[in-house]
């Protein structure tokens, strides 16, 4: 009897240098990977005997890059070194590779990495955690990943065989964080990869870091979220704004392209990725407050300043709230917000829309992320 594979007991890995991280996503994920293909066609007028020729042929010109997604919770911890909590993130290589952090940069689970995610201070707008920063990211190629998933054989439908899936060469091109007043900071990644197969072996992972994993502690609630409002110097707006949410999403995107050859009589394969722009924006929605400096008067202030070319707001969002743990801190130090829209509801609310923007144009400091681990594994 043949041996079925069941979506839920699905395992992922993913390879980054030298070292293995089990990934736990929820359900949704998806991997394809697609071809290329030209049509050739016969469409000629009739002879004399009313005949015409009418065919088609079709060849495969080339392998498109793989693309998959998948979803993960935002899961702060920290491990103890000596009295000293250093905190990690379940989900932290894939930061490190969505940022361009080198594999070789990640030193031990007490040490943490060496480059991308430090261990920040209480200083200025940093919380004490794992910040991630982008300042490895302006490169034109990334380091890349291999992504693998583990399809456990089904031992009620006979001889049990596990299926493994490769996606070899893969980097992110995009992480979204949702902020859902019911539930659990989620994380939705997606990525390209050079090609999708399965290994003829298997790959080791038995000791994989899976750290946290078991930790029921570690979830970040979305509904203690708290959002710090405070306009740049110069533009004649409120001091700060005290905005209480209902929702948002912030989203980071990475353009990236595969250089594909076009040589005829074969089927031409992707190269290695090359880097293009970099992105993040996002949304907030919070109720239509008439209190002083709330929504209502943000609001008023855009309106009034709308001949600002590029206004700027440092952006603070405290996932999880402010002082707890575990939480997320995102900070964009310059943000352009833009003019709210009005949602008529039982109770009128108000979404805006932000880009997070560097101080220079070529710059990295758009947005620095800090998770705050609770207890140590």
């Known amino acids: 009897m043949a041996s079925l594979h069941l979506s839920r007991e699905v395992k992922v890995y993913l390879s980054f240098g030298s070292t293995m991280w089990e990934i736990p996503v929820l359900n949704g994920f998806s991997f394809s990977q697609a071809s290329n293909t030209t049509d050739v066609t016969l469409a ?42 250093v905190h990690h993130a379940v989900e932290e290589a894939l930061w490190a590779m969505f940022a361009g952090v080198a594999a070789s940069a990640y030193s031990s689970p007490t040490v943490g990495w ?78 390209q990869a050079q090609s999708l197969s399965e290994p003829t072996t298997p790959p080791t992972v038995s000791g994989a870091i899976a750290t946290g994993i078991s930790n029921t502690g570690n979830f970040v609630r979305n509904r203690l979220t708290q959002l710090s409002i405070t306009p740049a110097a110069g533009q004649g707006l409120s001091t700060s704004y005290g905005v209480v ?58 309106l009034l300043a709308n001949t600002l070319v590029t206004n700027s707001f440092k952006l603070i969002f405290d996932v999880g709230g402010t002082g707890t743990s575990p939480a997320i801190r995102l900070t964009m130090p310059q943000a352009m917000v833009e003019l709210p829209t009005h949602s008529i509801d039982d109770v009128i609310s108000v979404e805006a829309n932000f880009m997070a923007l560097p101080s220079d144009i070529s710059d990295t400091d758009e947005l620095t992320i800090t998770y705050v681990g609770a207890t140590s594994q």
């Not at 000629?44 to 693309?67: L, M, Q, W």
């Not at 050859?261 to 089927?267: A, D, F, H, Q």
């Not at 992105?279 to 919070?286: D, E």
Request: charged letters at 20%.
């Open 245 to 302: 949410l209902t929702g948002g999403s912030v989203s980071l995107t990475n353009e990236v392209s595969f250089v594909t050859p076009e040589t005829l009589g074969i089927v031409n394969k992707p190269l290695a990725p090359v880097m293009g722009a970099r992105s993040i924006s996002g949304s907030f929605t919070c109720y239509l407050d008439n209190s002083t400096d709330s929504s209502a008067d943000l609001v008023e202030d855009l």
């Open 114 to 191: 060496t480059d991308g995610i430090t261990q920040s201070t209480a200083t200025g707008d940093d919380v004490v955690g794992a910040k991630i920063d982008f300042n490895s990211s302006n490169k034109l190629v990334f380091p890349t990943g291999t992504i693998y998933f583990k399809f456990p054989g089904n031992a009620g439908q006979g001889t049990p065989v596990d299926l493994w899936y490769e996606l070899d060469n893969a980097v992110l091109t995009e992480a979204s964080m949702d902020f859902d007043i019911d539930g659990i900071t989620t994380i939705s990644w997606s990525g």
């Open 44 to 85: 000629e007028f009739s002879d004399a005997s009313n005949i015409s020729r009418r065919g088609k042929r079709t060849f495969t010109d080339s392998v498109a890059p793989a693309e998959f997604s998948f979803s993960t919770y935002a899961r702060p911890y920290t491990v103890d070194n000596t009295g000293t909590d």
